[in-house]
């Protein structure tokens, strides 16, 4: 059995010591993820203009006329997560990557048996479902490749990326965008879950917010450290180690609790209610290190446009309302 580490003060010095926590932690290729410097660091410089702020600043329009539709044909009667918070995430990822509508519908499949067997701990739909997301993926390069895809669009962005001089293989173009999809799907739907259901039992922060919309950011990043969307990452201890007086072995790979580690007492005071006087550094949502997310800016955007309609939503459903 893994340790699990569920201290922040553990958490944050182990993600702040990589050459001897090493993030490969299984034999399947996982970019940038499961990497160690200097290979980390060569990808991930790759990767991070894929968030930078002038790809963003032309997403947001799109971004926004998605949540418009999504809230306007919402029915009366819905369910947060199947009505909401998956096609939301689902279309922002495809929206975001320049994919066509078709791809949705098999994405939001592959998502679905995907966590269904990951939960079941079932090794070979895991490796069926990879097989899979691969030759989706391949598709979608090939046709990007042969330019049927605008030349800024992220996929056609990616598939013409050069590593010291050489094209990215679709192996490690599957991967990259494996850890977004990933990365993306799974923790932005279950973070607009977390909003609908934070803000139908809070209506005081609801109004307040809806009268100083410019605190979104820091309102969804509170409301998310004690309701963690992704639940952990692995290390792998390179060499024996001690954490919190405890002896390690090498090669231990041990799982970081991201929300214990983000409701450890010892830190946050109260770590289950919502609080606007804490400190943001000690939030660890999107981690810390040189592993930090490298999408928050675009997680950050997809939750600030999905709250900012979510709040203007005054006389609907009760899923909104309590009471
Ligand atoms: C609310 C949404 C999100 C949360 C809470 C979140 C959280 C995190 C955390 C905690 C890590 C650090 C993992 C570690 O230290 O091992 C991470 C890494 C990562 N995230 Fe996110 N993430 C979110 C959204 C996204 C999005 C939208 C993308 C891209 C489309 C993304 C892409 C990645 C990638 C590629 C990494 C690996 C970075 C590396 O190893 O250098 N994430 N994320």
Known sequence: MSPVIRKHADVVAILHAPETWSNQVSSHLNVPNGMDAPEHTLYRKLIEPFFDAQTLHRFEPVLKNIVTR???????????????????????????????????????????RQQKASAAGDREAM?????????????EFKRARAGEY??????????????????????????????????E???????????????????????????????????????????????????????????????VKADTVV????????????VFEQPHQFRWDRDPRDNLLYGTGIHVCPGAPLARLELRAFTQTLLTQKTRSPAFHAG
């Open 127 to 139: 490796r069926l479902l990879a097989t899979e997301f691969s030759q989706l993926m391949v598709a």
């Open 185 to 247: 799907l799974g923790t932005i739907a279950n973070a607009v879950k977390a909003i609908v259901n934070f803000f139908k039992a809070n209506q005081v922060v609801r109004k307040q917010l809806t009268q100083a919309p410019e605190h979104i950011d820091h309102a969804v990043d509170e409301i998310l450290r004690f309701n963690a969307p992704l639940a952990s990452n692995r290390r792998r201890a390179v060499c024996p180690m001690h954490i919190n007086g405890q002896a």
């Open 150 to 183: 605008p030349v800024d669009s992220l996929t056609s962005r990616l598939v013409h990326l050069r590593i010291e001089g050489e094209p990215l293989t679709d192996e490690y173009l599957v991967s990259i965008v494996r850890n977004w999809t990933v990365g």
């Open 255 to 266: 799982t970081l609790d991201w929300g214990a580690a983000n409701t450890d007492p010892e």
């Open 70 to 112: 999504l809230f306007r044909e919402l029915p009366e009667e819905f369910n947060v997560e199947s009505d909401l918070a998956y096609p939301f995430a689902l279309q922002a990822q495809c929206a975001f990557m320049g994919w066509p509508c078709d791809l949705e519908a098999a994405l939001l499949q592959w998502i679905q």
